[in-house]
């Protein structure tokens, strides 16, 4: 069952962002085949990371990777809100 995760860590910057991302791939995760959607929304200083993942293990996998990277940075991503996904919809980017 897949699952939406939503994050607000306090204080985020796009920089803080975008460095959590260049440490994921230099790691080999950052694009992981089990996480459906990403998304980063908000203002700069203020983001939120909005994620779908194919299932909770899946999700938890990924954090075990991730957690470290952020306490690394000073980043605290908070309690994530976690549900099911009951449907998504994929429209093709182009």
Same mark, same amino acid.
């Given at each position: ?7 607000? &860590? ?57 957690? &470290? ?26």
């Amino acid at each position: 069952m897949a699952i939406a995760a939503y994050f607000h &860590p306090k204080g985020m910057t796009l920089a803080q962002f975008e460095e959590v991302h260049r440490r994921l791939d230099e790691a080999g995760d950052g694009r992981n085949p089990h996480r459906l959607h990403h998304s980063c929304i908000g203002e700069d200083g203020d983001l939120m990371v909005y994620d779908i993942w194919d299932s909770p293990e899946s999700f938890a996998a990924f954090g075990e990777l991730l957690m &470290p990277i952020l306490a690394e940075m000073g980043l605290d991503p908070g309690e994530p809100a976690v549900m099911p996904v009951n449907k998504l919809i994929q429209f093709a980017q182009g």
